[in-house]
C-alpha cells in the first residue's frame, strides 16, 4: 500500500501551505543525505521531497486527494530533482550553516565593527539632574596607517579562486550548491600588500576617551546608545555601537521608585503627640514639612513635584517622607519618673488616648476567648 504523503510529512489533511513547508524543512534537515548519519537517509529523504512536491501544488494536491497518488504520477511531480527552487530557498539555513552563508551575509558579518557596552555608575543626583562624563573605553579601533583597508598601498587583487565573485559552486550529492569562497572570505578580492601594522585587518587594539552627556532623570537600567562609537569594522567596515549601561549608586537618604522619591524622616515622641514644624531635605534644598498633632508611625506625607522630572516626559514626581517616631533613650531619673507620672494619667482613659493598642488588646482577647485559652 502506497505511503500516504501527509503521513510522511506528519502533517494534517488540512494544513496550509505554512504548515507543510514548516514540516518539509524539519524533515529535509533530518534526512538530508549530506547532513544526516541515518542510514536510510537518502530513500526518506526522496519521500519527504516527493510528498511536499505534491502537496503544495494545489492541483497535485487536489487529484492526490481525491484520486490517491497514482493520479500525480504523471504531472511532472514527484520524481528525484523536482522543486529544485524550493530546495535552493529552503536549504539556504542548512548549507549557512556549513558553508559559512551567501556573500552578502558572510560580508555583513565580516566588516561591521562589534557593538561594546560600558557600565557606568552615577550618584542619585547625577542622575536626577544629568551630568557630562569623560569614559575610557578600551576597544578596536581603526589602523591609521592603512586608514582601516587592510592595505599598506590601498590596493587590492581580485581573488583568483572565485573570479571576484566571493563565492564558488561545489556539487553536493543531487544538488548544485554554492559556498562562500574559503579564498577570500567572500569578499571576492584579496590584499596584495597587507599593512603590517594590523596585518592586514585594517584594526587595532586602542583605548578611546569619550565624553558622555547624560540626559536628567536616568534610572537605574536605563541605557544610553552612541551609535558608531563601538568597535572599528574588519578592512573599513563601519563602526558598532556603544551602549552606555547606567547603574545608580545608593543613596544614604532617599530611595528611588519610578519618578518618585521617599525618604525616611525620624520625630520626636513629643512632635509626633503635639505636632510641630521639621525641616526635610530634598534634591533642590530642604523646606518645611509641618506634622499634625497625634501622628502616627508609618504615616506619609506627600510634597509634590520635588520628586524626579521624567527622562521620557515632562512629568515630575513627588517626595514621599515617611515618618517614624522614635523612642527616646538613655533617659534620666527625673525623665524616667516623669515618663511614669504621664503613663499614671492614662489608666482610667486608655482607650482614648492609644486607640490602636486597646484595638488591638481588645482583638486577642477574642481571638483567645475563641480558642479557648
Same mark, same amino acid.
Given at each position: 500500500m502506497p505511503a500516504d504523503y501527509y503521513e510522511i510529512l506528519g502533517v494534517s489533511k488540512g494544513a496550509d501551505k505554512d504548515e507543510l513547508k514548516r514540516a518539509y524543512r524539519r524533515l529535509a534537515r533530518k534526512y538530508h543525505p549530506d547532513v544526516s548519519s541515518e542510514p536510510d537517509a537518502e530513500?526518506?529523504? @526522496? #519521500?519527504?521531497?516527493q510528498a511536499y512536491d505534491v502537496l503544495k501544488d494545489d492541483q497535485k494536491r487536489a487529484a492526490y486527494d481525491r484520486f490517491g497518488p497514482d493520479a500525480v504520477n504523471g504531472m511532472g511531480g514527484g520524481g528525484p530533482g523536482a522543486g529544485f527552487g524550493d530546495i535552493n530557498d529552503i536549504f539556504g539555513d542548512i548549507f549557512g550553516d556549513i558553508f559559512g552563508g551567501s556573500r552578502q551575509r558572510r560580508r555583513s558579518a565580516s566588516k561591521r565593527g562589534h557593538d561594546l557596552r560600558y557600565n557606568l555608575e552615577l550618584d542619585l543626583e547625577e542622575a536626577v539632574q544629568g551630568i557630562e562624563k569623560e569614559i575610557r573605553i578600551p576597544t578596536i579601533g581603526q589602523c591609521g596607517t592603512c586608514n582601516?583597508?587592510?592595505?599598506?598601498?590601498?590596493?587590492?587583487? *581580485? =581573488?583568483? &579562486? =572565485?573570479?571576484? +565573485?566571493? +563565492?564558488v559552486r561545489m556539487q553536493q550529492g543531487i544538488f548544485s550548491v554554492q559556498q562562500t569562497c574559503p579564498a577570500c572570505g567572500g569578499e571576492g578580492r584579496t590584499i596584495a600588500?597587507? =599593512?603590517g601594522d594590523c596585518n592586514g585587518t585594517g584594526q587595532v587594539r586602542e583605548t578611546r576617551t569619550l565624553q558622555v552627556k547624560i540626559p536628567a532623570g536616568v534610572d537605574d537600567g536605563d541605557r544610553i546608545r552612541l551609535g558608531g562609537e563601538g568597535g572599528a569594522g574588519a578592512q573599513g567596515?563601519?563602526?558598532?555601537? %556603544?551602549?552606555?549601561?547606567? !547603574?545608580?549608586?545608593?543613596?544614604? $537618604?532617599? +530611595?528611588r521608585e519610578g519618578d518618585d522619591l521617599y525618604c525616611e524622616v525620624p520625630i520626636p515622641i513629643t512632635t509626633a503627640a503635639l505636632g510641630g514644624q521639621l525641616k526635610v531635605p530634598t534634591l533642590n534644598g530642604s523646606v518645611m514639612l509641618k506634622i499634625p498633632a497625634e501622628t502616627q508611625t508609618g504615616r506619609v506625607f506627600k510634597l509634590r513635584g520635588k520628586g524626579v522630572q521624567s527622562v521620557r516626559s515632562r512629568s &515630575?514626581?513627588? $517626595?514621599? =517622607?515617611? *515618618?517614624?517616631? #522614635? &523612642?527616646? *533613650?538613655? $533617659?534620666?531619673?527625673? +525623665? @524616667?519618673? %516623669? %515618663?511614669?507620672k504621664f503613663e499614671e494619667s492614662?489608666? #482610667?482613659?486608655?482607650? #482614648? !488616648?492609644?486607640?490602636?493598642?486597646?484595638?488591638? &488588646?481588645?482583638r486577642v482577647r477574642s481571638f483567645f476567648d475563641r480558642m479557648g485559652l
Open positions: 530513500d526518506r529523504f @526522496k #519521500e519527504v521531497q582601516g583597508s587592510g592595505s599598506r598601498s590601498g590596493k587590492f587583487d *581580485v =581573488c583568483t &579562486t =572565485c573570479g571576484g +565573485q566571493g +563565492q600588500d597587507p =599593512c567596515g563601519r563602526f558598532g555601537d %556603544l551602549y552606555v549601561d547606567i !547603574h545608580v549608586k545608593p543613596h544614604p $537618604l532617599f +530611595q &515630575t514626581g513627588d $517626595l514621599m =517622607c515617611r *515618618v517614624s517616631v #522614635e &523612642t527616646p *533613650v538613655n $533617659l534620666t531619673r527625673s +525623665q @524616667k519618673d %516623669l %515618663l511614669k492614662f489608666d #482610667e482613659g486608655s482607650h #482614648e !488616648h492609644n486607640p490602636q493598642s486597646s484595638g488591638w &488588646t481588645d
